[in-house]
């Protein structure tokens, strides 16, 4: 609101202005949203700074991924509520290896009370993440799983980023030095690379980049974007696959300018996809196996000297919230009830820089906003906005 107010009141200051004050239509106001900061217990174990990432529901229970960073290191840590992230008590973590004693919990999913958790900390010789995968067991405490370094790292490795749950089967997209590429498993313990299936990794013509991935209840859709030959900027990009082991390229429409697809999620009607198209925020439904584009919401700073695009999506039938970054700030979208996409009021607004964090969670009910400033790790919650 102030970016927008601004120009308004210099326009008014000064005498050489031309035009009136009706020829400025007046911005919609935000919707009210009454947010609830709920308290997160500091986990046992050494007093520091709580650090969170990612929330996600399932079967009335809510996780929360993030850790506590101690001094100069860091410790894994997690949360849960079982009153719809009212209160939370603190997860009990027994990491086995070096790196996971150090990780940061970045991304959960979960299935009924089965749960897979995302860890990593840069560290070693050239400071690359060093990822480990968790689960839970019978005991309640989170471990990490032990797995070759090259199943997430070596010398073909990009970037690994969130897991996502399906009905029968756990999903990672990520990317290796011939493109993209995902990790899949049929527990919660057995992670399988998939990084030589010919619809994913790149070719003479495209290069290929994975960046989130959503199950739509028949299969596997994973989204991202390709370097296509002769082409300045990047297109959209989508796949589908049964089972996570083989793939298939969807079409998705594109522009003349720099588009990609960062977020996707379940609808009432199919999937919704949000990205980056030209210089703001896009978005792309899928209906019967077909891509459309569809609203474009927010602009970009062209100023912005950081991360620009989809931080999460959330939908909850045909509503949905979208938290994005224009390159310089946070802020978050709705959806909510129709086609137009408008700015939603957050009590927090991180600048996008590292270590900082905007991401939102839903149920039907309730919507979950997580929110790390480089400082202070805090969470809120509120009935979704209308």
């Given at each position: 609101?102030r970016?927008?107010?601004?120009?308004?009141?210099?326009?008014?200051?000064?005498?050489?202005?031309?035009?009136s004050?009706?020829?400025?239509?007046?911005?919609?106001?935000?919707?009210?949203?009454?947010?609830?900061?709920?308290?997160?217990?500091?986990?046992?174990?050494?007093?520091?700074?709580?650090?969170?990432?990612?929330?996600?529901?399932?079967?009335?229970?809510?996780?929360?991924?993030?850790?506590?960073?101690?001094?100069?290191?860091?410790?894994?840590?997690?949360?849960?509520?079982?009153?719809?992230?009212?209160?939370?008590?603190?997860?009990?973590?027994?990491?086995?290896?070096?790196?996971?004693?150090?990780?940061?919990?970045?991304?959960?999913?979960?299935?009924?009370?089965?749960?897979?958790?995302?860890?990593?900390?840069?560290?070693?010789?050239?400071?690359?993440?060093?990822v480990?995968?968790?689960?839970?067991?019978?005991?309640?405490?989170?471990?990490?799983?032990?797995?070759?370094?090259?199943?997430?790292?070596?010398?073909?490795?990009?970037?690994v980023?969130?897991?996502?749950?399906?009905?029968?089967s756990w999903?990672?997209?990520?990317?290796?030095?011939?493109?993209?590429?995902?990790?899949?498993?049929?527990?919660?313990?057995?992670?399988e690379?998939?990084?030589?299936?010919?619809?994913?990794?790149?070719?003479?013509?495209?290069?290929?980049?994975?960046?989130?991935?959503?199950?739509?209840?028949?299969?596997?859709?994973?989204?991202?974007?390709?370097?296509?030959?002769?082409?300045?900027?990047?297109?959209?990009?989508?796949?589908?696959?049964?089972?996570?082991?083989?793939?298939?390229?969807?079409?998705?429409?594109?522009?003349?300018?720099?588009?990609?697809?960062?977020?996707?999620?379940?609808?009432?009607?199919?999937?919704?996809?949000?990205?980056?198209?030209?210089?703001?925020?896009?978005?792309w439904?899928?209906?019967?196996?077909?891509?459309?584009?569809?609203?474009?919401?927010?602009r970009?700073?062209?100023?912005?000297?950081?991360?620009?695009?989809?931080g999460?999506?959330?939908?909850a039938?045909?509503?949905?919230?979208?938290?994005?970054?224009d390159?310089?700030?946070?802020?978050?979208?709705?959806?909510?009830?129709?086609?137009?996409?408008?700015?939603?009021?957050?009590?927090?607004?991180?600048?996008?820089?590292?270590?900082?964090?905007?991401t939102?969670?839903?149920?039907?009910?309730?919507v979950?906003?997580?929110?790390?400033?480089?400082?202070?790790?805090?969470?809120?919650?509120?009935?979704?906005?209308?």
């Amino acid at each position: 609101m102030r970016r927008l107010l601004t120009p308004l009141l210099a326009c008014l200051a000064l005498t050489a202005c031309t035009g009136s004050q009706e020829d400025e239509p007046a911005p919609p106001a935000l919707p009210a949203v009454a947010w609830e900061q709920v308290s997160l217990p500091l986990p046992e174990g050494p007093a520091g700074r709580i650090a969170v990432r990612e929330a996600v529901a399932c079967d009335g229970t809510w996780w929360l991924a993030g850790g506590v960073f101690v001094g100069d290191g860091s410790v894994p840590a997690g949360w849960r509520s079982d009153d719809d992230g009212r209160t939370w008590t603190s997860l009990r973590f027994a990491p086995r290896g070096y790196w996971a004693e150090r990780a940061i919990m970045s991304s959960v999913a979960c299935r009924g009370d089965r749960v897979v958790m995302v860890g990593a900390k840069s560290g070693g010789a050239h400071g690359n993440p060093r990822v480990t995968t968790w689960y839970q067991r019978p005991d309640g405490v989170f471990t990490d799983v032990v797995a070759p370094f090259s199943l997430f790292g070596g010398d073909q490795a990009v970037s690994v980023e969130r897991v996502a749950a399906g009905p029968d089967s756990w999903l990672i997209a990520g990317n290796r030095t011939a493109g993209a590429a995902v990790w899949v498993a049929d527990d919660e313990r057995t992670f399988e690379l998939v990084d030589d299936d010919p619809a994913l990794i790149r070719d003479e013509r495209l290069d290929t980049l994975a960046i989130a991935q959503v199950h739509d209840g028949a299969g596997w859709t994973v989204v991202g974007s390709g370097q296509v030959a002769g082409r300045v900027n990047r297109v959209p990009m989508a796949w589908v696959s049964p089972d996570g082991r083989t793939w298939e390229r969807q079409q998705v429409p594109t522009s003349e300018g720099f588009t990609d697809l960062e977020r996707v999620a379940r609808t009432d009607d199919g999937l919704l996809a949000v990205g980056l198209r030209d210089d703001r925020f896009g978005t792309w439904r899928r209906e019967g196996g077909t891509w459309t584009a569809a609203e474009s919401f927010g602009r970009l700073d062209p100023d912005g000297q950081a991360f620009t695009g989809a931080g999460s999506l959330a939908t909850a039938g045909d509503r949905a919230l979208a938290a994005v970054s224009d390159g310089t700030a946070y802020a978050l979208w709705g959806r909510l009830g129709d086609d137009d996409w408008r700015e939603v009021e957050i009590p927090v607004s991180p600048t996008a820089a590292g270590e900082h964090v905007l991401t939102v969670g839903a149920t039907d009910d309730t919507v979950l906003l997580v929110g790390d400033d480089g400082k202070t790790g805090r969470v809120w919650r509120a009935a979704w906005p209308s």
